[in-house]
């Protein structure tokens, strides 16, 4: 799992701050940070970077409902993000995936992506992103008729509920909820779970009045209350869900509530409403996000004509849906081609990253990143522990009597001796470790956020490392010496300070026996003999 918060700038958190600050209320100050950030790490060596900023854009852009944009984005950042510990953007970027492929049709990689969204969510405990992609996921089964598996997933999301702190995020989802499986269950025949559903809702309106308002809300009630005959809350709520309707600019969002309301005034053939309804629905600009919406109203038009016996118009609308038809498939094929394209060229730039990246920051002999790399992380690693007042540990390390292995038993050991340690040291290597060859014999570690005693077990461990690899090579009583500082920052405090400090404590080390690890706060720590030792 790679770590991208040691590769975070100072900067780039600073553009992360603000955009969290405004995501959902000022779409358009988003894309320009997003795109900022997304100038900012365009030259980064770091290709999980590069695939962070890629997922930070195409979130901003479906914020806009830029559909296009967004799978682009979200497409070409999602394969390494993947790969990374930022849990909280893969399942957002997968989630959205879903919601995009959705509105293109393409419903197995809706389903796809938001299964991968809630695995994700899940196997992270990160409740409130779980509950959306199961919500969503509810919806997609609604639509195809799984009308069971689309209860399990609002099941789910109420699950998830009782672990979400933020109340404003869980009355939406319950609201949400509610409503669906108010619907769900009187397709399934199950009316006392419907009536349960609408009390729930009810209890919920009464804390949130709102929510009264809303056109999922009031095209629930209408459908509910026209199943159990209440004559009056139907007449009720189909004059509020016209009002609803004709008011309503999102229909990406609100499109199911589209459809419903049009099937339900063509069931109560109110075909003059009908001719109004359809006419709003021809001014919308038609594309990507809408064409599906257009086609099923292409579609009851041709019922409703066919009905009333308006054969022109029937044709009419038989041609509005061949032309609509038409252009999802230049979409489809659009949408194909901007995803082969990027795949392609994400391979070539891998490709030729392979030498520049791994030449430049690799050690040939050991494998391990070398000084030109160590020299990177330290500088990243020394703005987060300033910044967030963690402790930073450095260790520098080199091999007792190194060069008596070179002169008695030849170059080729040596080279073999340090080979095994660099495949030692990349088991040792994780999220909060990191272990480079500096040059020659030496090495230097560096510890994110780890106790003194934590560092110190894993000081042991190298030595018993170093000793298995003795054995292994015929080299009798092969150890190291270890000099180890650990502390917060302090002010004034240079990273190269902390590799002065570790140096001098090996130094201490290598002139009281060697074969051991001394740890540090600070250099006149060794004066006062304040040292913790492990050998």
Known sequence: ???????????????????????????????????????????????????????????????????????????????????????????????????????????????????????????????LP??????????????????????????????????????????????????????????????????????????????CPHYADRFDVRISLWVYYNKIGNTTETLKYKELCKEAFYSCDDLVTYYEEAVDFVEMMLNDEEYDELEKAFSRMDEKKIDGELINLHMIMAEFKISMYK?????????????????????????????????????????????????????????????????AKLNKVIDELFVMADKDKKRLGVEMMDVDFFKQVNDCYGHSKGDELLSAMGREFKELIDDKIFIARYGGDEFVVYYYDMTDEEILDVALKIQKCIAKIGQELNLENLSVSQGIVNRVPEPLNRAWDYLNSADYALYHVKNNGKAGAALIHKRKDLDNKIIKIVS
Do not use: W
């Open 1 to 127: 799992m790679n770590n991208i918060g040691c590769f975070k700038s100072p900067k780039v958190l600073e553009i992360l701050e603000k955009i969290e600050s405004i995501r959902k209320r000022d779409n358009a100050t988003h894309v320009e940070l997003a795109k900022k950030l997304y100038d900012l790490t365009a030259n980064s060596s770091n290709s999980d970077l590069k695939s962070f900023a890629n997922c930070i854009l195409g979130d901003a852009y479906c914020m806009c409902d830029d559909y296009y944009q967004a799978l682009y984005y979200l497409s070409s950042g999602i394969q390494n993000l993947a790969k990374t510990d930022e849990h909280l953007l893969i399942a957002r970027s997968y989630n959205e995936l879903g919601i995009i492929y959705r509105t293109q049709g393409q419903f197995l990689y809706s389903l796809e992506n938001f299964m991968n969204a809630i695995s994700v969510a899940r196997e992270h405990r990160l409740y």
């Open 130 to 207: 779980e509950a959306i992609a199961c919500e969503n996921l509810a919806s997609l089964c609604h639509e195809m008729g799984a009308l069971r598996e689309a209860v399990q997933y609002h099941n789910r999301v109420l699950e998830c509920c009782d672990c979400i702190k933020d109340d404003e995020f869980k009355d939406e989802l319950l609201q949400c909820v509610y409503t669906l499986t108010t619907k769900l269950f009187l397709m399934l025949e199950e009316q006392d779970k419907a009536d349960n559903s609408v009390a729930n809702l009810k209890r919920l309106i009464t804390k």
């Open 307 to 371: 009905k009333i016996g308006n054969a022109q118009k029937m044709m009419e609308a038989a041609y509005q849906y061949y032309e609509y038809s038409s252009m999802k498939n230049d979409d489809s094929k659009k949408s194909f081609l901007t995803t082969l394209h990027l795949r392609l060229d994400l391979e070539k730039q891998k490709t030729a990253n392979i030498f520049l990246t791994e030449a430049a920051e690799t050690d040939a002999l050991t494998g391990l990143s070398n000084r």
